[in-house]
């Protein structure tokens, strides 16, 4: 039972980390939460793949010379390091976003964005289309 | 926070060797853990300490605009650029080896050259970024 | 074994950290917890052999991601408002979910095993080549720069255009906001005022 615990103990963590994020992104109005709960679910996929490149008794993959010696898996270090570039410059471009929301809205809460768009959809003037229509 | 000597003194001193050592991250990352994406962010992070103690005006005196968006597209630039050259050279696009007609010197260079181009554009992205977010009130007021 | 313990431990940590982020509400305080998050995480990283991505994760999630947020903490409200009740919907979808993908943890190669598909594509390939083709002893940034060049120029490229994307929405340099100053008006929402005024008129000239 502890045997098989411990070979898939990463990936089950993995998974409570990732449902936490997903569950901050659903139930959250703020967008500022929504955004960390984003970042928490992309560390889960980190967490996966790096977890899957682990290779037992082995070391960083960094050649020391000796051929005797196990090395872990380099292709999801490679491919989640620049993810972690990628991302943090995608949340830079999120938090841009919720800047321009919150100038635009007064309001950074999904909600009351909502309510205001609404309000503004219903005070739009609307005679130009009215008047092509008749 | 630039009354505060100790901020003041504290940033004096780490600024030049978060920088070198950014230096290091960059052109070391052959040999230890680094690399341009590594750097970039280390040599980001010594500027936006700067702006930080000494105040945006101060920081955006050190690094204008207009330089941080041409090293930002010199960056892209360099890596596009390196992967041209070793086409002219008769190579594939990125073809390092086809730089110097060797794989040990070649793939040196080429991977030399990259890294410099990341970490010049991930350097001068966070940099911008970082102004934009903390000017944003005092940019759309001018 | 002492590193499965130390991987263990640092991954419940991880998990209560997450669990406060959602009881949280005051916004400095998630932050705060969200740059601990990354640091606990560059910790496992090192724990599993990926040294450079626990260096980047530690310079750019603990570091650069904590400091965008709390600059852009000056303009929005510090706590977080009650939100509405989804919680019941959302943990349900959630639970579900999260049933799903671990009756598919069975079908993952056990943890460590250097047997397993991941380990049998190209990896031994890079391993092998990177110390005596090319001499560079960081198999890491041999794949990176090299092998996967095609891959980081994309990357970069994405990184540059993010970047772009952040000015034009902040730095007041987009032609809605130019216009804006032109005509002398201070609108707070220079593209719907624009949106609207331009409308009428393009509807007006196809009638």
Same mark, same amino acid.
């Given at each position: 039972?502890?045997?098989?615990?411990?070979?898939?103990?990463?990936?089950?963590?993995?998974?409570?980390?990732?449902?936490?994020?997903?569950?901050?992104?659903?139930?959250?109005?703020?967008?500022?939460?929504?955004?960390?709960?984003?970042?928490?679910?992309?560390?889960?996929?980190?967490?996966?793949?790096?977890?899957?490149?682990?290779?037992?008794?082995?070391?960083?993959?960094?050649?020391?010379?000796?051929?005797?010696?196990?090395?872990?898996?380099?292709?999801?270090?490679?491919?989640?390091?620049?993810?972690?570039?990628?991302?943090?410059?995608?949340?830079?471009?999120?938090?841009?976003?919720?800047?321009?929301?919150?100038?635009?809205?007064?309001?950074?809460?999904?909600?009351?964005?909502?309510?205001?768009?609404?309000?503004?959809?219903?005070?739009?003037?609307?005679?130009?289309?009215?008047?092509?229509?008749? | 926070?630039?009354?505060?000597?100790?901020?003041?003194?504290?940033?004096?001193?780490?600024?030049?060797?978060?920088?070198?050592?950014?230096?290091?991250?960059?052109?070391?990352?052959?040999?230890?853990?680094?690399?341009?994406?590594?750097?970039?962010?280390?040599?980001?992070?010594?500027?936006?300490?700067?702006?930080?103690?000494?105040?945006?005006?101060?920081?955006?005196?050190?690094?204008?605009?207009?330089?941080?968006?041409?090293?930002?597209?010199?960056?892209?630039?360099?890596?596009?650029?390196?992967?041209?050259?070793?086409?002219?050279?008769?190579?594939?696009?990125?073809?390092?080896?086809?730089?110097?007609?060797?794989?040990?010197?070649?793939?040196?260079?080429?991977?030399?050259?990259?890294?410099?181009?990341?970490?010049?554009?991930?350097?001068?992205?966070?940099?911008?970024?970082?102004?934009?977010?903390?000017?944003?009130?005092?940019?759309?007021?001018? | 074994?002492?590193?499965?313990?130390?991987?263990?431990?640092?991954?419940?940590?991880?998990?209560?950290?997450?669990?406060?982020?959602?009881?949280?509400? $005051?916004?400095? *305080?998630?932050?705060?917890?969200? !740059? +601990?998050?990354? /640091?606990?995480?560059? #910790?496992?990283?090192?724990?599993?052999?990926?040294?450079?991505?626990?260096?980047?994760?530690?310079?750019?999630?603990?570091?650069?991601?904590?400091?965008?947020?709390?600059?852009?903490?000056?303009?929005?409200?510090?706590?977080?408002?009650?939100?509405?009740?989804? $919680?019941?919907? *959302?943990?349900?979808?959630?639970? !579900? +979910?999260?049933? /799903?993908?671990?009756? #598919?943890?069975?079908?993952?190669?056990?943890?460590?095993?250097?047997?397993?598909?991941?380990?049998?594509?190209?990896?031994?390939?890079?391993?092998?080549?990177?110390?005596?083709?090319?001499?560079?002893?960081?198999?890491?940034?041999?794949?990176?720069?090299?092998?996967?060049?095609?891959?980081?120029?994309?990357?970069?490229?994405?990184?540059?255009?993010?970047?772009?994307?952040?000015?034009?929405?902040?730095?007041?340099?987009?032609?809605?906001?130019?216009?804006?100053?032109?005509?002398?008006?201070?609108?707070?929402?220079?593209?719907?005022?624009?949106?609207?005024?331009?409308?009428?008129?393009?509807?007006?000239?196809?009638?």
């Amino acid at each position: 039972m502890i045997e098989q615990l411990g070979d898939s103990w990463n990936y089950i963590i993995v998974i409570i980390l990732m449902m936490t994020g997903l569950f901050i992104v659903i139930a959250r109005t703020n967008l500022i939460k929504k955004l960390i709960g984003l970042s928490i679910f992309q560390t889960s996929v980190f967490l996966f793949y790096i977890s899957l490149g682990k290779v037992a008794g082995g070391t960083a993959p960094i050649l020391n010379g000796n051929p005797g010696t196990l090395y872990s898996n380099p292709l999801p270090h490679v491919l989640i390091l620049t993810a972690i570039v990628v991302g943090v410059a995608t949340t830079a471009l999120g938090l841009a976003l919720i800047l321009r929301i919150n100038e635009a809205f007064g309001s950074i809460e999904e909600d009351e964005i909502i309510a205001a768009k609404l309000n503004q959809s219903l005070a739009r003037p609307r005679r130009p289309l009215d008047e092509a229509s008749e | 926070m630039k009354q505060n000597p100790v901020f003041r003194v504290v940033a004096k001193i780490l600024f030049a060797p978060i920088i070198m050592f950014g230096l290091y991250v960059q052109f070391h990352g052959d040999y230890s853990p680094g690399g341009g994406f590594q750097a970039g962010v280390i040599i980001a992070a010594a500027f936006i300490l700067h702006a930080i103690v000494f105040g945006l005006q101060a920081g955006r005196e050190i690094v204008s605009a207009r330089v941080n968006l041409w090293m930002m597209v010199f960056g892209v630039l360099l890596y596009g650029g390196v992967g041209v050259v070793s086409m002219a050279k008769g190579g594939l696009f990125l073809d390092y080896t086809a730089l110097t007609g060797s794989v040990a010197t070649g793939q040196h260079i080429g991977i030399l050259l990259v890294e410099l181009g990341v970490g010049l554009t991930v350097t001068s992205v966070m940099l911008a970024v970082f102004h934009a977010f903390a000017g944003f009130v005092e940019d759309r007021a001018k | 074994m002492i590193s499965l313990f130390v991987d263990v431990f640092l991954l419940v940590l991880l998990v209560l950290i997450a669990v406060m982020v959602v009881r949280t509400c $005051n916004l400095y *305080a998630v932050i705060v917890m969200s !740059g +601990a998050y990354s /640091l606990t995480s560059a #910790a496992i990283f090192v724990n599993l052999d990926a040294v450079d991505v626990a260096f980047t994760e530690a310079a750019v999630g603990a570091g650069i991601s904590t400091i965008l947020f709390l600059a852009v903490m000056a303009y929005v409200p510090a706590d977080e408002k009650p939100s509405l009740n989804r $919680n019941v919907l *959302a943990g349900f979808i959630c639970i !579900g +979910a999260g049933a /799903l993908l671990l009756l #598919a943890v069975a079908d993952l190669p056990s943890f460590g095993d250097p047997m397993s598909q991941v380990h049998q594509h190209v990896a031994p390939r890079y391993l092998a080549e990177s110390g005596s083709a090319l001499h560079i002893p960081n198999v890491v940034t041999t794949v990176l720069a090299s092998y996967r060049g095609f891959d980081t120029l994309g990357e970069t490229i994405v990184v540059f255009t993010a970047g772009l994307g952040v000015l034009m929405l902040l730095a007041g340099t987009t032609r809605t906001h130019r216009m804006a100053k032109k005509t002398g008006k201070k609108t707070a929402s220079g593209v719907s005022k624009r949106v609207s005024k331009v409308l009428p008129k393009s509807t007006g000239k196809k009638v």
